[in-house]
């Protein structure tokens, strides 16, 4: 009697493919740095400050372009802050955030170009967080 | 009794193989995203770029290959093959693949035809290996050579498509890769000469389908004692393959056509196989 390798070889494949789509869609995921745009409130030493002349050192790149509010006119009355000698002021910040992301979301991701390994190994997303990509990159 | 159920059988093979063009058709419709619902988290079983405007799947050599520069391994896509590979083999590419059915279109230009030497099939190993795997895994999805940027099928499904869409609106225009559009136009030419180039000597999902044409739930088969040897098989067979001993040969699509020889039939992996080569 002949051994049925042909049947056996298809179960062999469709139990293989089942179980690699199973695993994929429910159990594969991997860690993703994404970098997100936070606002922050920071405390800016008032010593720096002359009126009309912006917040910070001028020059200081750590601080980036002034999105806070405009140039006091010094007419206000201090905050607590203030009175300590800083002053609040909102920035805009990229902070990199790991999440992880199931196998079906990268398939997506991919199909944007939104996900790149960096240097280090690590997997990156290219883009801001909620703007992504329309089109991939090929 | 046993010949007359064989005889039905046939005849029923040869209705089916009939409506070949029209479930082309009917697949289109399906990966031509009609719904809108760009369901891009799940891979397809077919040749069709899921930056096309109208995709509803993602390609799968697609997320294979940026996987690979990514170097992770794609379960989900690579699962995906392997069941329709189990279930179907190669009649994925003749009966439902939107790139397959454009080159068939093309065929059908009445133009002088050649057929491919069947050593071509071989090079699709390469490019699955090479463009799709390889490539991608040292030198990442930034190279020349990673397949997207190569690929016929994003070229004609999505770089064009969207080169004329950012036109027409207005916005900056963002030119299709030239090797790619070079090497789609080459394709479209060949086509008119030679029945699916891209297909015979060039894709690397047929090949992955075509390496489970031995083992899934549909194969073809050739009955020995049935083939007078009139070798007419040869010229019915698009890629003019003799079907004894090559009857799941590796760039078959299963389109059928030698299905009008008495000796070839299709049959179910569970199907007998005594007298069948």
Known sequence: MNFPIRPVLFLLLLSAGIAAMVYGARYHAAVVGEEREVEREILIPLAGFAPGAGFGVPGDPTLGPPEGPATPDGSA????????????????????????????????????????????????????????????PT | ?????????????????????????????????????????????????????????????????????????????????????????????????????????????PTPKFVLPNWTGYFRFLVLLGLVIIVPYWWGDGHALFFCRVCPAGAL????????????????????????????LVFVVLALFTWRPWCSALCPLGVVFSLCNGASLLVMRFHRSQCVECVDCRSLCHTGEEARGRINQIRCIRCLECTRCRAVTVGTAFGRTKDVG
């Open chain 1, 77 to 136: 009355g201090m905050s607590p802050d203030e009175a300590q000698g800083f002053m609040k002021k909102k920035v805009t910040q990229r902070v990199l955030v790991d999440k992880i992301v199931a196998e079906p979301r990268l398939n997506r991701e991919v199909s944007i170009g939104g996900v790149a390994l960096s240097g280090d190994g690590t997997l990156l997303q290219t883009y801001i967080s909620g703007r992504p990509p329309s089109l991939c």
């Open chain 2, 1 to 109: 009794m046993v010949s007359m159920t064989g005889e039905k059988a046939k005849t029923a093979i040869r209705k089916i193989a009939r409506w070949r063009f029209s479930v082309q058709l009917l697949s289109l419709a399906i990966w031509l995203d009609p719904l809108l619902v760009r369901c891009h988290t799940v891979c397809s079983p077919v040749f069709h770029c899921y930056s096309c405007p109208l995709a509803t799947f993602a390609c799968p050599i697609g997320v294979i290959a940026n996987f690979s520069a990514i170097h992770m391994i794609p379960f989900l896509a690579l699962g995906t093959l392997i069941v329709a590979g189990a279930l179907a083999g190669s009649f994925i590419c003749g009966w439902t693949c939107p790139f397959g059915l454009l080159q068939d279109l093309l065929d059908r230009v």
């Open chain 2, 157 to 184: 499904e999505a770089a064009v498509p969207n080169t004329i869409h950012s036109a027409m609106s207005g916005s900056g225009v963002v030119w299709p890769t030239a090797t790619k559009t070079v090497i789609l």
